[in-house]
């Protein structure tokens, strides 16, 4: 019924268009009809594209504009493409003279997403991969308002939104697949309902030479998911987890600012937020003839129960500054409170044959708050002929303490623990920006970038048996190195190019109090783009971008003996070409092209481990538009496959698609 709901709006609002569109010089309504065809895993097709296979009919774009009275302007612009639920509606309504007096905009956002209901794969296995018989099709849709008028001498900002979200969506929760005990492939998929209510309210003062900012913001979410999850293995199991949660934010803020000179600005703000989220939860275990089935490591947990509270204090403040000409300076100071209070039941019948009476009952409840400073400062000198340098300084530290409390069924098991946190990280770079002539462009930066985190066992339960109950890291530490450039050359008047070049190299070290015998790894990673604009004559223009990303990651799983994860490098390529020539006034010609690649796959058969992607991707399409008088007709066609490394993955499909587009003066 809310997704009814939710069309109607758009129907009427479509309807309400056509009744103000009157002026053909500021109105206009493309008609559009298309189809695609595809083979093999049409599925998958659908939830690249976001859009049905098959036939599709509906308007592409719908404008015009409207003077309602001497005043009062009205804007529309919209489109409905109705099979596949994908609705955009904007209406703008304001004083035209002067929009500080009224100002009102609303509109209605609307998709589909579609999601492919096959799982993964495992290629050695007897059944390899599993099909749910479930379409998965969520429907996104949102709704909002917001108005700007002076009230009572105060610039006033009001908006509100309604999000919802309905249908289902696959799942990563994956169960195991047949004679595969430790191998979970099999295909799970949730049900959602969700709605998110949000408000704002904001006024603002003008005072001498800044203004003062008071705003409200709620955010109300109910959210009622169903997960659904199957084992494909000789149990033939299923577990469905259903929960009942709903959320309430609250948060305010205080705003001021001040130009204190023309070259000195200033900024302070301070934000308060509280939080309350409850949830309950059932999960439930079902036999392959939906009987309920219990004992053992199964679960089956009625009216377990979760409520979280959280509040936040965030004070800001901000700089800018003109010490000497053509030198600027920023400062940002912000510093934070936080706290978080958690607790929950896990009531659970254990019966081999579930009877729904609670047979134990476990409980947790957490504790964690902290506060922290943060720290920003940079500077630009605009003083040399054609070259800007920069500095940026920025840090940011962290004090943290958690309190973990669990009450458990078995009495050895209860479990307390206390931990501080401390978080440090900090960031320098330095570059420039430069145009040695008119047309040559270069800039580059050069960064480096320090996370530790230091992790500080106060007190734990003991165990009895001398070992400890909890594993800890006493550190972790990520360093990086990073550069980027940008070359920009205008060759001739019609030809330009630019290249990109990113590099990143992060070492991270972790000490923990036992385990892995190495605990040092790194990632390398490197981004080249070139980007070439050819244009030899107005009527023609040709655009081509190549994009190569390379890493390469070293984890300290390459050294655990039981699943050695080597060393691992990847690989991405995408070439994405656009072409256009106008024949004449009447005829124009359009060419799209994409194509991506990458070849990464490695089945570590030493660890039956399959990792890595290997896939093509392209697609294309050309576009025709003939101009006729008051109306412009464009037909398209388009092609494109996927191509997926077979052991991995059952993905693949072709598809071809045709399209006409009528634009029309109203």
Same mark, same amino acid.
């Given at each position: ?46 939830? @690249? ?101 002076? !009230? ?23 169960? +195991? *697949? ?141 700089? &800018?500054?003109?010490? @000497? ?10 510093? @934070? ?16 044959? #579930? ?43 962290? @004090? ?27 960031? *320098? ?63 001739? #008047? ?51 971008? +190549? ?24 690989? &991405? ?7 256009? &020539? ?28 399959? !990792? ?29 496959? &996927? ?24």
């Amino acid at each position: 019924m809310k997704k009814i709901f939710l069309l109607s709006i758009s129907f009427i609002a479509l309807q309400n268009s056509f009744t103000y569109a009157f002026d053909p010089k500021e109105a206009f309504v493309t008609p559009r009809t298309s189809y695609f065809y595809t083979e093999k895993d049409s599925r998958q097709f659908q939830e @690249f594209r976001g859009v049905k296979r098959g036939f599709e009919a509906g308007i592409d774009q719908l404008e015009f504009s409207k003077m309602l009275g001497k005043t009062l302007e009205l804007d529309f612009s919209g489109h409905a493409l109705f099979r596949n639920n994908d609705y955009n509606i904007l209406i703008d309504l304001k004083n035209s003279s002067d929009p500080s007096k009224f100002k009102l905009k609303t509109g209605f956002l609307s998709f589909n997403r579609y999601y492919d209901p096959t799982g993964g794969m495992y290629a050695n296995a007897t059944t390899p991969s599993y099909d749910l018989t479930e379409k998965l099709t969520l429907f996104d849709g949102q709704y909002f308002i917001e108005a700007e008028f002076p !009230l009572f001498g105060l610039q006033t900002t009001t908006k509100g939104t309604w999000h919802h979200k309905e249908g289902k969506i696959s799942e990563l929760t994956w169960g +195991f *697949g047949t004679q595969a005990a430790n191998r979970k492939y099999a295909p799970s998929f949730s049900e959602i309902d969700q709605n998110v209510y949000e408000a704002e309210l904001s006024f603002k003062k003008e005072i001498t030479n800044g203004d003062l900012t008071l705003g409200q913001h709620f955010i109300y979410m109910d959210d009622k998911p169903v997960r659904r999850e199957f084992d494909k293995n000789t149990a033939s199991e299923s577990v469905v987890q259903s929960i009942n949660g709903d959320s309430f934010n609250y948060a305010a803020h205080i705003s001021l600012f001040k130009a204190l000179s023309e070259k000195t600005l200033t900024t302070l703000s301070y934000t308060v937020g509280f939080g309350d989220t409850t949830e309950k939860e059932n999960l439930e275990t079902f036999n392959s003839t939906g009987g309920r089935v219990g004992g053992g490591t199964r679960k089956n947990y009625f009216g377990a129960l979760a409520d979280n509270d959280t509040q936040k204090h965030i004070l800001n403040a901000h700089l &800018y500054r003109e010490p @000497f000409n053509n030198l600027s300076m920023n400062l940002r100071l912000n510093t @934070f409170y936080k706290e978080r209070y958690s607790d929950s039941t896990y009531p659970r019948d254990t019966s081999a044959t #579930p009877d729904l009476i609670i047979d134990e009952t476990a409980t947790n409840n957490t504790e964690h708050s902290g506060y922290g400073v943060g720290e920003h400062l940079s500077f630009h000198y605009k003083g040399l002929n054609r070259w800007t340098p920069y500095l940026k300084l920025e840090s940011e530290q962290n @004090f943290l303490r958690l309190d973990e409390d669990t009450i458990s069924v078995t009495a050895s098991d209860n479990f307390s623990r206390v931990t501080d946190q401390e978080v440090f990280k900090s960031l *320098g770079a330095i570059g420039f920006y430069s145009y040695p002539w008119n047309w040559f462009k270069l800039s580059a930066e050069y960064s480096l970038n320090q996370d530790r985190d230091d992790y500080k066992d106060i007190s734990e339960t003991a165990s009895s048996s001398g070992t400890e109950k909890s594993g800890f890291v006493d550190d972790i530490t990520r360093f990086s190195n990073a550069v980027k450039t940008n070359v920009s050359l205008a060759l001739t #008047p019609w030809l330009q190019t630019g290249l990109r070049y990113q590099w990143k190299r992060t070492r991270f070290a972790m000490t923990p109090q036992s385990g892995l015998s190495s605990t040092k790894g790194y990632s390398n990673a490197h981004q080249y783009t070139a980007l070439f604009s050819i244009l030899p004559q107005s009527e023609f223009s040709l655009v081509q971008l +190549f994009s190569l990303n390379d890493s390469d990651t070293r984890t300290q799983a390459s050294t655990v003996s039981t699943a050695r994860l080597p060393r691992h490098q990847g690989d &991405y390529k995408s070439l994405i070409t656009s072409f256009d &020539y106008h024949w004449s006034s009447a005829l124009n010609f359009s060419l799209q092209h994409d194509f991506s690649w990458s070849n990464n796959f490695d089945d570590f058969s030493a660890t039956g481990l399959p !990792l890595g992607v290997d896939d093509k991707y392209e697609n294309f399409l050309l576009d025709v538009s003939w101009k006729l008088k008051s109306m412009t007709l464009t037909p398209s066609y388009g092609f494109g496959f &996927y191509r997926t490394e077979n052991k991995a993955h059952v993905d693949d499909y072709d598809y071809h698609s045709a399209m006409i587009k009528l634009t029309c003066s109203l």
